[in-house]
């Protein structure tokens, strides 16, 4: 076991040291989904293992506890535009993968701890977009038979014209539902893989960045930390630590406050994904518009702008909201990892380090099971 050096030794006790810092078996960067589930898989391979999750923020800071906990797989919009720009095989793997690590997320966290919900999800269509829609339509019916061979469910894509009558929309002309794709909370989610972390006596300490990667040693906002194996688990924020194609994309939310009699329930896709909605306590969900500002939306900085907030504003007043009272309660921002493919990357980087990152917007779906596969080929090369 190496030993460790970590320490601003005056600030540290020896019970600290002993119990925090010291012979590490895995160290794991970053306390999202992924490095949650790394952990308790290499936990379940490794009973004994010191296992430590050193996070940043004094909360997660990444998009794990931002999202907007949507359980989706692919609306048709998104797959057909998929299509057209990634080789087919591809766009059906990522489906599959986002299909069955939902299952698995499921699974490990349980329906009613996710607090999951399968409302539906719909693709708003207007006016401008029917050209589009006519495409798609005619897609559906190869959609529904792809869908099936992953799923075995039959008809998972319909059309659906009644959706503004139905919640009050404007400017929306129909609309195509995916009757499989659901809703958690992702505050719940968050807190049951903590609590499973904790429970099976993994430490999780807040408040301390890696800084610098060097073998076994990471150097962190508190000094310098040695393990035997180190995952970094920091999607969009890897930058420092890892040379890979990720980089950070910023996504703006907001969410009103509740409201009386609330009729919308289920999750949304607007202009072609770019937008995204949902129901949750009686409020709206409401983000997305990076598409409006791609290149300053590249950023780690955790904030919103006016040009982004505006914009979602605007389309709540006009299309989602646009008959009822309201009042926006608060907004905040995000940061995913992207890349140039939609496909996570999960990697041993040299002897002893490894990492799990650019799951993009489908976290949510994929990220349990690319903890699963992260800690399989950390445990392959011991
Ligand atoms: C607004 C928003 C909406 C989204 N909606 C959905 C959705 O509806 N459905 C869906 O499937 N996905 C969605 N996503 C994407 C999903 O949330 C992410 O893909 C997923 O959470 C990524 O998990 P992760 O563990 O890889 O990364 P993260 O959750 O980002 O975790 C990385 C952690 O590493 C920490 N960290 C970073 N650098 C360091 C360092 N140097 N030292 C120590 N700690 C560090 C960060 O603070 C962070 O907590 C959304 C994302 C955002 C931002």
């Known amino acids: 076991m190496p030993s460790n050096n970590m320490l601003d030794s005056e600030k540290i006790s020896y019970w600290e040291q ?24 290499l936990k379940e391979s490794h009973p004994e293992a010191k296992i430590v999750i050193i996070e940043r923020g004094f909360l997660p ?9 949507f359980a989706c797989f692919g609306s048709a919009t998104e797959l057909f535009s998929d299509l057209q720009t990634s080789p087919e095989d591809e766009v059906w793997k990522t489906v599959s993968l986002r299909w069955k690590g939902l299952q698995y997320l499921r699974k490990i966290i349980g329906d009613s701890q ?24 005619e897609q559906l019916p190869y959609y529904n ?18 959706i503004s009558s139905k919640f009050g929309f404007e400017h929306v002309k129909t ?33 301390i960045e890696a800084k610098t990667l060097n073998n076994n040693t990471i150097t962190s906002s508190q000094g310098e930390i040695s393990a035997d194996k180190i995952a970094i688990c920091t999607n969009g924020f890897g930058a420092s630590l890892i040379q ?5 994309a910023r996504a703006q939310v907001l969410i009103t406050r509740p409201i009386p009699n609330l009729k919308i329930k289920g999750t949304f896709h607007y202009n072609e994904g770019y937008y995204y909605f ?14 409006l500002a791609l290149e300053e939306e590249t950023t780690t900085n955790i904030a919103n702008t006016d040009l982004i907030l505006e914009s979602l504003k605007s389309i709540l007043n006009e299309v989602i909201l646009p008959k009822t009272d309201y009042t926006i309660d608060h907004n905040w921002a995000g940061i ?23 799951l993009g917007g489908m976290g949510v779906a994929i990220g349990t099971l690319v903890g699963k596969e992260l800690a399989n080929l950390i445990r392959s090369v011991q």
């Open 336 to 358: 995913m990892g992207v890349g140039k493919s939609k496909q996570p990357i999960i990697k041993q980087l040299d002897a002893n380090t490894f990492c799990g990152v650019r």
């Open 18 to 41: 002993k119990t925090f810092f010291k012979n590490i078996d895995y160290l794991i960067i970053g306390a999202g989904i992924v490095g949650y589930s790394t952990a308790l898989h």
């Open 175 to 207: 609309s195509i539902f995916n009757r499989l794709e659901g809703q958690i909370d992702t505050a719940s989610m968050n807190h049951a893989f903590y609590k499973k972390v904790i429970d099976k006596n993994i430490h999780v300490l807040f408040g």
């Open 61 to 69: 800071s990444g998009a794990s506890s931002k999202n907007a906990g």
């Open 145 to 162: 038979k792809k869908i099936k061979a992953i799923t075995g469910e039959a008809e998972t894509y319909t059309i659906d014209s009644n």
């Open 114 to 137: 996710l607090k999951l919900e399968i409302n539906g999800s719909w693709d708003l269509i207007t006016s401008k977009e029917e050209n589009l829609f006519e495409l798609v339509k």
């Open 278 to 291: 949902r129901n949750i306590d009686d409020r709206i969900l409401f983000g997305g518009g990076r598409n």
């Open 244 to 248: 890979e194609d990720v980089k950070p």
